[in-house]
Structure formats: C-alpha cells, structure tokens
Nanobody, 124 residues
Framework: QLQLVESGGGLVQPGGSLRLSCTAS????????IAWFRQAPGKARERVSC????????NYADSVKGRFTISKERAKNTVYLEMSRLEPEDTAVYYC?????????????????WGQGTQVTVSS
C-alpha cells in the first residue's frame, strides 16, 4: 500500500521560495503519476502540477507556470515542488497525490493515494 508524506511547508514572505517534498513508502514511485494539489480556505482543491510516470511530460496550472517546478528523485522515492516568487494567493494546504498510471489526470478522482497535506502561508 503506497503511503505519501508531505513536508516543507511553512510561513514565507511574498517573493520568497519553498521546496515541498512528497516522500513515498510501501512502493516505488517509478510506476506512478504524481500530482500536487492545493486547497485554500473556502475554495475548491485545485491541481497545481503533475509529473507523469517517467518524469515527462509535466503539467502546471496557469497561475504557477514559470514559478513552480515539479521533479522526481528516484533514489529518494520523492517528488518535489520547488516554489519561487511566492504570492499571498499561493497560501493553501498543499497535498501530493499518486495514481498507478502513465499520464497525469486533471481531476482529483484520478488519484488513489493522498498525503495528509502541508500548510504554506505567504504573508508579510
């Protein structure tokens, strides 16, 4: 059974950077597409980024293109979300999600495994 644990969230000033990690146990991530979602208070959960089984292609929401980068590190069984030029609108709980598939799904229902989430707060 795949288990996912996110880490790396915290409080950062606007314009700052954070790196989120999603570390898996119970199975290798080599066979999974992995996505990062986020949910701000009072808003629906949205997909921020996704990386396909083999690391390519990757996808990004328009709101984060050019600022966020997703990557897989096979040796550590971990997926990262590098976030730069953070804005207050990026404040949310960030979740990683995985599914045994080649390509990313746009929808939450396409992911069978979820982490517990990590809080990111962008504020001065």
């Amino acid at each position: 059974q795949l288990q996912l644990v996110e880490s790396g969230g915290g409080l950062v000033q606007p314009g700052g950077s954070l790196r989120l990690s999603c570390t898996a146990s119970g199975s290798t991530l080599d066979y999974y597409a992995i996505a990062w979602f986020r949910q701000a208070p009072g808003k629906a959960r949205e997909r921020v980024s996704c990386v396909s089984r083999h690391g390519d292609p990757t996808n990004y929401a328009d709101s984060v293109k050019g600022r966020f980068t997703i990557s897989k590190e096979r040796a550590k069984n971990t997926v990262y979300l590098e976030m730069s030029r953070l804005e207050p609108e990026d404040t949310a709980v960030y979740y990683c999600a995985a599914d045994y598939r080649y390509y990313c799904s746009d929808d939450m229902s396409g992911y069978s495994y979820w982490g517990q989430g990590t809080q990111v707060t962008v504020s001065s």
